[in-house]
């Protein structure tokens, strides 16, 4: 393993790899000090064996504690990146190597030799994927690279932008105050899934507690339409990307509410509903989950980059 960075040569290293337009919503000393604090669980990550340990008993997969340690690696002479051992949706069986920052901005040309330290490193694990970040396009590397796949695309934009879109004036907000639909907002996934069976493994309900905590921070909201509940939509203040943001926790139409062009509208009425403060409303959105990720653009979101997966040789 080599030298770490520092949290603050990580977020510098993790600015540069950021989407353009997002450079012109936060200056860049407010979002290095941002990424700067993102950036520092990774190194704890690195070198916290109490930590590394706990993750070692949980997963229960054979590997003793140091292994489970975040690694720095320089891949190349220009090249250095934090690989992490990381388990999709924690099922054991599906381990993959995460490349979470690299000095530089990845490029296709780049993977072969990360895929190479990727499984020198986490090979025990017998991981089947590399998961990487880019700000390019979606379609860029599932056309150079062989097998590539998206995972989830990013979707931001500034509060103030979306607030002025116009909406339908039978689509409206309130406050949500307890679990009251929390049982229809699990058959409308469930309704969903049995119409796109991929949509699975590409979203689902969040569970009670996590309602519970968006419900007392004030920010969730139940969807009204003809003055019937017709789903959810919630968001939390916390920075991501080193952007001071709404993270969106929830965004959901129930069955009768679907396929009248209102999801769209669901991203602008949040908006509205929020405190404004200089936020970004941001959202992460499986890359294959067309519906949902057109009704982001639609109502004036812009993907600003995401992860990819990326098959390793077994």
Not at 74 to 99: N, T, W, Y
Not at 197 to 216: C, F, K, N, T, Y
Not at 284 to 312: K, Q
Request: hydrophobic share 40%.
């Amino acid at each position: 393993m080599s030298t770490l960075p520092t949290a603050a040569d990580l977020a510098i290293f993790s600015l540069a790899a950021q989407h353009p337009l997002t450079r012109g919503w936060v200056d860049d000393p407010t979002r290095l000090a941002l990424l700067t604090e993102e950036h520092a669980f990774d190194l704890q990550l690195a070198t916290d064996l109490d930590l590394a340990r706990q993750r070692a008993e949980f997963l229960d997969v054979g590997q003793p504690p140091e292994a489970f340690l975040n690694r720095w690696e320089e891949v190349g002479p220009d090249l250095g990146a934090m690989l992490s051992i990381r388990f999709e949706g924690l099922d054991r069986e599906k381990p993959f190597v995460d490349a979470s920052v690299t000095s530089r901005p990845l490029t296709a040309a780049d993977l072969p030799v990360l895929m190479t330290t990727g499984l020198d490193v986490f090979g025990a694990f017998r991981p089947g994927r590399l998961r990487i970040w880019s700000a390019a396009p979606m379609d860029r590397w599932t056309a150079e690279v062989p097998g590539a796949r998206p995972d989830r695309r990013v979707l931001a934009e500034p509060l103030r932008e979306l607030q002025e879109c116009k909406v339908p004036d039978d689509l409206t907000l309130r406050p949500t105050r307890d679990l009251t639909h929390y049982a229809d907002a699990v058959t409308a996934y469930a309704a969903v899934d049995a119409e796109h069976p991929s949509h699975v493994g590409q979203a689902r309900i969040m569970d009670e507690d996590d309602l519970r905590e968006v419900i007392e921070a004030g920010t969730m909201f139940d969807v009204i339409w003809r003055d019937q509940w017709s789903g959810y939509v919630g968001a939390l203040p916390k920075p991501k990307h080193g952007l001071p943001t709404y993270s969106i926790q929830e965004m959901l139409l129930a069955p009768h509410a679907r396929g009248h062009g209102l999801g769209p509208h669901l991203s602008i009425l949040l908006a509205r509903a929020l405190p404004d403060g200089g936020r970004v409303l941001l959202g992460t959105i499986h890359g294959e989950n067309r519906g949902a990720r057109g009704a982001a653009l639609r109502a004036g979101r812009h993907d600003v980059g995401g992860w990819t997966w990326v098959p390793l040789p077994t």
